[in-house]
């Protein structure tokens, strides 16, 4: 528990994702976070179409959308394990992520992979209690229905966890009450050891893949 208690200490804000709502797309922006742990600059743009999300993503370095900078992919059409690999513009490897399908029926789960393959961390939806409830809430007659109004303001908020050791080293937050603003904070190894990039297709992906 005391190991725990460090790491959180030792946390520092890494990107900030920002959704945008359009008619036909989902818009994601990705800042960086500057030293004081305020949002610097925009590093990356995704635009999709919101049925296409489940099969690849491009990120740009701009907002006109003139520099592709990276992808995220699925790996298989109508793959239940949701794995994504994060790849540069030409086709390399950088990570990916994976979602869990049997943990996730109870709890949002996701498996953070490196550049090599390596399962690295993994990421759970923090509140147990809040994710069992957006599972079954909805099938409880009348009462059901206000209580899936009631947990839009409690949308996702995860914790990162290092599988080898089991300690936490992030977490990623909804940070304001009816716009999906996220923050994604890390220890200074989970930052070094995963490339920047699949931390922003994750967050982009915690919010876009999962089912709403």
Do not use: C
């Not at 920002?18 to 995704?46: M, R």
């Not at 540069?88 to 949002?108: C, H, I, P, Q």
């Not at 490196?114 to 409880?140: K, M, T």
Request: charged letters at 25%.
């Amino acid at each position: 528990m005391k190991a725990r208690l460090i790491q959180y200490v030792h946390m520092k804000p890494r990107l900030f994702v920002d959704q945008k709502i359009t008619a036909f797309a989902n818009k994601y922006q990705v800042f960086e976070a500057s030293e004081a742990g305020e949002k610097g600059q925009l590093v990356a743009l995704a635009q999709q179409k919101r049925l296409a999300f489940k099969e690849k993503v491009t990120f740009y370095s701009d907002e006109q959308k003139t520099s592709p900078a990276f992808t995220f992919r699925a790996e298989k059409v109508l793959d239940v394990h949701g794995r994504y690999l994060v790849e540069d513009m030409d086709g390399k490897l950088v990570g990916a992520f994976r979602k869990e399908f049997k943990a996730s029926l109870l709890n949002s789960t996701w498996t953070v992979f490196d550049g090599s393959d390596n399962a690295r961390y993994r990421v759970r939806e923090s509140n147990q209690v809040l994710a069992v409830a957006r599972r079954f809430a909805g099938f409880i007659p009348i009462v059901g229905d206000l209580y899936e109004m009631i947990l839009l303001f409690f949308r996702y908020h995860f914790v990162f966890e290092d599988i080898a050791t089991g300690e936490a080293v992030g977490k990623y937050m909804k940070t304001t009450l009816f716009r999906d603003h996220y923050q994604l904070e890390l220890t200074d190894a989970a930052q070094a050891e995963i490339d920047w990039r699949v931390w922003a297709a994750l967050g982009v992906g915690l919010d876009a893949l999962q089912s709403r």
